[in-house]
């Protein structure tokens, strides 16, 4: 049987996408009342449907399985979405750094979110 095949039943493997797809399309929004767009921005940049999206955030409790590879789709995108947004950080760090300085607290406050301490 190939990937597409395997199913998972567990509700845990649901939720855990549905958070993802919140925190991706959160990511991806540029405010209240662009989560289609996002959603559409998350289907061209990672491959998720827009349609499966949809169903995660709001007919989750319909849902009973999700095959393998789109829950390992949804993982990746969610990762790779995170590590841009960490590098988008470092770069306004490093940008504000240059503005106001090592000693800002706003600096300091950020390099200890980063661990840069």
Same mark, same amino acid.
């Given at each position: 049987?190939? #990937? #597409?095949? =395997?199913?998972?039943? %567990?509700?845990?493997y649901l939720d855990q996408a549905a958070n993802w797809s #919140? %925190?991706?399309?959160?990511m991806k929004s540029r405010g209240p009342g662009d989560i289609e767009n996002a959603m559409r921005q998350i289907e061209r940049e990672y491959g998720i449907e827009y349609g499966f999206l949809w169903s995660l955030r709001y007919r989750r409790d319909r =849902?009973?399985?999700i095959s393998?590879?789109?829950?390992?789709?949804i993982r990746a995108a969610y990762r790779a979405e995170c590590e841009r947004q960490l590098?988008?950080?470092?770069?306004d760090l490093a940008?504000?750094?240059k503005i106001a300085g090592a000693d800002s607290s706003s600096v300091r406050?950020? #390099?200890?979110?980063l661990g840069k301490d």
């Amino acid at each position: 049987m190939g #990937k #597409k095949g =395997l199913r998972m039943s %567990d509700t845990a493997y649901l939720d855990q996408a549905a958070n993802w797809s #919140k %925190d991706l399309t959160r990511m991806k929004s540029r405010g209240p009342g662009d989560i289609e767009n996002a959603m559409r921005q998350i289907e061209r940049e990672y491959g998720i449907e827009y349609g499966f999206l949809w169903s995660l955030r709001y007919r989750r409790d319909r =849902l009973r399985i999700i095959s393998v590879s789109v829950y390992e789709t949804i993982r990746a995108a969610y990762r790779a979405e995170c590590e841009r947004q960490l590098r988008k950080l470092e770069n306004d760090l490093a940008r504000t750094e240059k503005i106001a300085g090592a000693d800002s607290s706003s600096v300091r406050a950020a #390099k200890a979110l980063l661990g840069k301490d």
